[in-house]
């Protein structure tokens, strides 16, 4: 639904209601006063049943509203924060994945809830939306400028300097880190220390800033300097004194391990060093010099020690509270060495991690808007428009036009992570069905991905980054499969719902918690993390077959029915966040009670192997 066509359906709503009871003020209170109502024992009158025949019509234009799209009307704070995100990625200005996804969409949630959201990340490139501030800053002798731009409520800082500038020059993709995936920028660790200096700067710097009384939200690597320079360095002078640091890990993959002797250009005092130490058994810090070539992986066998600096250890000591994008990962990554990437005991030490489940941008990702879907198509008319743009995925691709065949499709990175490599090994136990695979990646699999074509004529590999692609496959497929060994939220299986595909996943981190076997997916259970297994190929062939053995059945049309249905926005997930950082910056009694209003989408998952 539109925007402009959500705040029609939400007026009419208020409208009707209100004409029989004017005490009724929002839509909100609508839905309320019909509950109190139901269960009150006030004597029966004519104006009280007008009353509630009215609410009742009310509450069901506001239902079908929220059921073909629009989300709920959002609740203000009265205890309105000062929300500073600092990350290295904020979409749609940069993006690698879901860091820049969450850092663009939920901060406007907040902001719509009334709080004050700043975020903060590196200018890559010349945004033509953005205005230089004239103010600059020094940090540790380099001058450092604030670009600065206000989108739907929220105050967007760019950090301007010829590191992040020059370097990348508005290439995105892993470009911001380095030349390539799994290759860090020689220099990484001076350019994300200034990053970070400067943006706890710019908070009192800016005229628009909070000042220091705000609560940060630092995110993955890159930025986990701020709670250690908050609580090190400046609180121990006096300052920041009631500035609080959530710490959010979006992949604990990447950690930002460098070498000891890169303390010294960080220019942070001695005492950091306890929780930045860490000591590992690898050889290697992989970056331009000594690249992760496309086979390696860290041996298994402890070859150490080695000494080195861990910047993800030192944000999650340092900062009041450890947050990742799912309940599942956050019990995941405290569980052991494997899963929590040797962090596991530092994330107990802490106090483990509390999970959010990500919400996703319900804008760009719509199928009634969408303009690379030929009939545009809700819940209502879910069939008709899932039918044509199959149609036309299938004839764009080359692949049979053919109704009848279920076909799965793969949009992500060709990585281990990601699993392709077990989809590709169970592709030759995959027979009726049709299989196509968008992903750029690993030049191993990009060359498997390019040749399925010539294995069988069911099959189409593309290799290129394509949003029109994606958005093809995400409303043409029947299911998305999504075979990753470790998933921290995932995105590809919300977009897919959202468009009525139903997703066909791994039982790993926030798979599990956005996808119900039997309801809104299939699961296939979770698969080796370290290598290929066999019995994984296995897997997911079997769960492939099962999901095409209900296609087009009642059931499997129930299914498409529950995906499409949820509300998968950011409005409930940042009603969640809000409670989480009133807990931390003022120790909010009623948060619990907030944080339990908003159920993770799958209360009770019981992984099915096939
Ligand atoms: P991650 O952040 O781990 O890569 P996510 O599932 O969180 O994975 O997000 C991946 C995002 O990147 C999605 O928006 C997806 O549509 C997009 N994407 C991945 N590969 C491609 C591709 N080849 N072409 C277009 N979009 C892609």
Redesign the pocket.
């Known amino acids: 639904m539109l925007a402009a066509q959500q705040k029609a359906a939400q007026k009419a709503a208020m409208a009707s209601a209100m004409q029989a009871a004017p005490r009724v003020a929002t839509g909100r209170s609508v839905v309320a006063s019909r509950t109190m109502s139901m269960g009150g024992a006030r004597p029966m009158n004519a104006p009280a049943v007008a009353q509630r025949a009215a609410v009742r019509r009310a509450t069901r234009v506001l239902v079908s509203a929220i059921a073909n799209g629009a989300t709920a009307p959002v609740e203000k704070t009265s205890n309105p924060m000062n929300i500073v995100f600092v990350s290295a990625e904020v979409a749609p200005w940069s993006?690698?994945?879901?860091?820049g996804?969450v850092v663009g969409g939920l901060p406007i949630e907040l902001a719509k809830r009334g709080h004050k959201v700043i975020t903060i990340a590196p200018r890559y490139d010349q945004y033509s939306d953005c205005w230089d501030t004239s103010v600059v800053v020094n940090v540790d002798g380099e001058s450092v400028r604030f670009f600065h731009a206000i989108k739907s409520g929220v105050h967007r800082v760019f950090i301007d300097h010829p590191w992040f500038l020059a370097k990348v020059w508005g290439k995105t993709g892993s470009k911001l880190y380095g030349n390539r995936s799994g290759s860090d920028y020689i220099d990484n660790h001076k350019r994300f220390t200034m990053f970070c200096k400067a943006a706890i700067e710019s908070v009192r710097a800016l005229p628009f800033g909070p000042g220091e009384d705000c609560v940060f939200v630092a995110n993955d690597w890159h930025s986990a300097l701020i709670p250690l320079i908050i609580k090190d360095v400046y609180q121990p002078r006096g300052q920041f004194k009631n500035a609080k640091v959530a710490y959010c890990i979006?992949?604990i993959a990447f950690q930002g391990r460098f070498w000891p002797e890169s303390f010294k250009d960080m220019q942070l005092p001695q005492s950091t060093m306890s929780k930045l130490g860490f000591i590992d058994g690898y050889s290697k810090v992989f970056d331009e010099k000594n690249p992760l070539d496309d086979d390696e992986k860290p041996s298994d066998s402890w070859s150490g020690p080695f000494n080195k600096l861990n910047w993800m250890k030192a944000g999650i000591l340092a900062a009041d509270k450890v947050l990742t994008v799912s309940p599942n990962y956050a019990s995941e990554i405290g569980s052991g060495p494997d899963k929590g990437v040797e962090l596991d005991s530092i994330i107990r030490m802490a106090g483990g991690a509390e999970g959010i489940v990500?919400g996703m941008d319900v804008t760009e990702w719509n199928p009634k808007t969408d303009k690379y879907v030929p009939v545009k198509y809700d819940r209502n008319s879910v069939f008709e428009g899932k039918a044509a743009a199959k149609a036309a995925l299938q004839a764009e691709a080359g692949l049979p036009v053919d109704p009848t065949a279920p076909l799965f499709g793969y949009?992500?990175?060709l990585e281990e992570?990601?699993g392709v490599d077990i989809l590709l090994s169970a592709l030759p136990k995959i027979s009726n069905a049709q299989v196509i695979i968008?992903?750029?990646g690993k030049a191993k699999y990009e060359q498997l991905v390019k040749s399925m074509a010539t294995k069988n004529p069911n099959f189409k590999g593309?290799v290129?980054?394509?949003?029109p692609?994606?958005h093809q496959i995400?409303a043409g497929a029947d299911f998305i499969l999504?075979p990753s060994r470790f998933?921290?939220?995932?995105?590809?299986?919300l977009?897919a719902m959202q468009y009525g595909t139903v997703p066909v996943v791994a039982s790993t981190g926030g798979l599990v918690d956005t996808v119900k076997e039997g309801v809104t997916g299939f699961h296939m259970g979770a698969f080796d993390p370290d290598r290929l297994n066999p019995a994984d190929a296995d897997a997911v062939a079997a769960t492939v077959s099962r999901a095409a053995q209900v296609f087009q059945t009642p059931k499997f049309r129930e299914m498409v029915k529950n995906c499409i249905s949820q509300d998968l926005s950011w409005a409930a997930p940042a009603k969640k966040w809000e409670a989480i950082l009133e807990e931390v910056s003022r120790g909010c009694t009623a948060a619990p009670a907030k944080k339990a209003s908003v159920p993770t989408p799958v209360q009770k998952q019981i992984p099915v192997r096939a």
């Open positions: 993006k690698t994945g879901g860091l996804d979006h992949n990500n949009i992500g990175r992570q990601k968008l992903g750029t593309v290129k980054f394509s949003a692609m994606a995400t999504v998933e921290p939220c995932g995105l590809i299986q977009h």
